[in-house]
């Protein structure tokens, strides 16, 4: 196989997959949004929209998938003994890069922001910022009801400077207070590092998967296993791709857990810096009951599947926390 049909085949192979599995997942997720979104009202995206969505969804994955999996071929034909490093650098860079253009440049494509409908609920946000060390260079609300009724809310940016994004869902189904509590909840994890150590993580898991995939590819022995000896390059990394999925999953309740321990310790953050304390534990409440959230699930399942605890075990928690601060007994 010459150098150019090794760069572009596996690159035509990567992008036909996804191709396949974005056409194969459309019929699923009309049925997700049109059907079940629908029978329990969360849905309010229009057929237009969705198309649209879809569309520049899948040119932006088209796109990028392409220019990074052409690189890495490269890379990979031309260090033949290193390339697993320099296609984990590749990689590295890439995330870094999208968490860069990300708010600036590919949101705006889907969603319309705009200054908050609520002035005094802003000044309270960059008072929140301000006190916790976070430099709130924007405070946004985007147009999230649009496509669904769901709530939620982020803050994005590289270092101590944040641009905070509300749905506009989330100010419907919230007062101020319960708004403030959930972005000190979002501010906990970013004071007490767990967006970096999480960040960490993906770099490290991504080193050993490059590694342990030059280790399995070097010698076709992937194939081999499979009994397809004479399979390309490409295909075998979808081998070995499935081999690192089956691997995620048997992971899946180690990292729930360690997500479990993150989202405890961000409750009790921001129970620490603001006023009501118990404003947290009704905006979680809120938040559960609109979007149909079991409060009590088995605790092998949540163990399991759960990224974050149980609502009734987190507004215990708080309930706790506000008691022992203002028991004199307890101190």
């Not at 929209?49 to 088209?62: A, G, P």
């Not at 590289?158 to 869902?169: A, E, H, N, S, Y």
């Not at 960040?199 to 296993?225: E, H, K």
């Amino acid at each position: 196989m010459g150098p150019e049909s090794f760069v572009l085949g596996g690159s035509l192979f990567y992008l036909g997959l996804l191709l396949a599995k974005t056409v194969l997942n459309i019929p699923f997720d009309l049925y997700r949004t049109f059907s079940i979104e629908e029978r329990y009202q969360f849905n309010t995206t229009s057929a237009s929209l969705w198309l649209s969505d879809v569309l520049k969804s899948t040119l932006l994955l088209l796109l990028g998938n392409g220019l990074l999996s052409a690189a890495a071929l490269w890379l990979i034909q031309n260090s033949p003994d290193w390339w697993w490093l320099w296609v984990w650098g590749l990689l590295v860079a890439f995330t870094l890069l999208l968490m860069v253009i990300s708010s600036r440049l590919l949101e705006p494509l889907f969603f319309t922001f705009s200054p908050i409908s609520r002035p005094d609920l802003e000044a309270q946000i960059r008072r929140l910022a301000a006190s916790t060390g976070i430099i709130a260079t924007r405070v946004r609300q985007v147009d999230a009801s649009r496509r669904s009724r769901h709530a939620n809310a982020y803050f994005t940016g590289l270092g101590r400077q944040k641009r905070i994004v509300l749905f506009d869902t989330l100010l419907r189904q919230l007062n101020d207070h319960e708004v403030i509590a959930v972005l000190a909840h979002e501010i906990g994890h970013w004071r007490l590092h767990h967006l970096r150590w999480r960040l960490l993580l993906g770099v490290l898991a991504s080193l050993i998967v490059s590694a342990l995939a030059f280790l399995t590819l070097r010698n076709n022995s992937l194939a081999q296993w499979f009994g397809h000896p004479q399979i390309s390059f490409a295909a075998q990394t979808v081998y070995f791709g499935l081999l690192c999925s089956l691997a995620a999953s048997i992971l899946r309740p180690l990292i729930n857990s360690w997500s479990r321990h993150h989202e405890r310790q961000a409750d009790r953050f921001a129970c620490g810096v603001i006023e009501q304390p118990q404003s947290l534990a009704s905006a979680l409440a809120k938040m559960a009951e609109n979007n149909l959230s079991f409060p009590c699930p088995h605790p092998l399942f949540a163990w399991v599947y759960c990224s974050h605890p149980p609502l009734s075990e987190r507004i215990k928690a708080i309930a706790a926390k506000r008691q022992n601060e203002t028991d004199p007994a307890r101190c």
